[in-house]
């Protein structure tokens, strides 16, 4: 099954931040695979990631990147420890968490897609995606902070 793998610095279903123990990784995570640069059809989109502190968007320093068109587009970033969180496995150290996007697109200023995970490795959420059952979609544009879970905040910074 062949999948892409992106840097994510900091993004999931779960909180991330600084007083978290998010980790960024820009090695692609500890064990990911090669970035496969083939082409997806559709432009990159670069989205920002943002917490609400009191009334103000704090840019976080980190991007989510989505390759639009790329089927079942995979991600990872370093997570801290856990419990069991939703499903996955405890795990006491930092680990990989990965991510797919699938079913995206850029119309009108708006990126959409359906997302599947975290999983700890990159072969479950592919076939999670592949499955195409329990994602939630997502819909982000430019202009408003879009809320994708606790506090984290997504808004599109750059599209090539």
Known sequence: ???????????????????????????????????????TGGPTVTMGVYRLVGETYEDTGRTLVIEVGEPCFTWSRVSPGHDDMGGLPPIAEPHDHFNAADNSSYVDGVVTWTEYGPAH??????????????????MVNADEYYFDHNDVYLRIVSVD
Do not use: E, I, R
């Not at 610095?9 to 496969?36: I, T, Y």
């Not at 490795?121 to 997502?138: L, M, N, R, W, Y």
């Open 1 to 39: 099954m062949k999948y892409t793998t992106a840097l994510l610095l900091c993004l999931a279903l779960f909180s991330c931040g600084d007083d978290d123990g998010m980790v960024a990784d820009a090695g692609g995570g500890l064990d990911a695979p090669a970035v496969d640069t083939g082409a």
């Open 121 to 138: 490795d990159a072969p479950t959420v592919q076939a999670t995606c592949a499955g195409g059952t329990g994602g939630t979609t997502k």
